[in-house]
């Protein structure tokens, strides 16, 4: 069964720091684009950041950049977010995302997705 596993979310103080962190269980995504997004009570889940296989290609959204990192671990098929000087705004639930992966056994490309961990930030 293909997995992805996130954790590290939890309570923190804005301007602190938190690494949530995603791995992979089932199959490897070493030569996949990971990617991280968000979502907060009432709104619509959004993009955060995104890596691709080699790590050569690097995108944020403008709300988090300068203060998150995106970075992986292909040998523990591990995808890392590293978030520091945390707002009250970036309190939401954070997904791991592997999209448009090619399933052999499907013959198709399937979007995976994690259950997510919660990011609470207290004024």
């Known amino acids: 069964q293909v997995q992805l596993v996130e954790s590290g979310g939890g309570l923190v103080q804005a301007g602190g720091s938190l690494r949530l962190s995603c791995a992979a269980s089932?199959?490897?995504?070493?030569?996949?684009?990971m990617g991280w997004y968000r979502q907060a009570p009432g709104k619509e889940r959004e993009f955060v950041a995104s890596?691709?296989?080699?790590?050569?290609?690097?995108d944020y959204a403008d709300s988090v950049k300068g203060r998150f990192t995106i970075s992986r671990d292909d040998a523990k098929d591990t995808v890392y977010l590293q978030m520091n000087s945390l707002k009250p705004e970036d309190a939401a639930v954070y997904y791991c995302n592997a999209p448009h992966v090619f399933v052999t056994e499907l013959a198709s490309h399937v979007d995976y997705w994690g259950e997510g961990t919660l990011v609470t930030v207290s004024t």
């Open positions: 089932g199959r490897t995504f070493s030569h996949y684009t």
């Open positions: 890596i691709t296989w080699s790590g050569g290609m690097i």
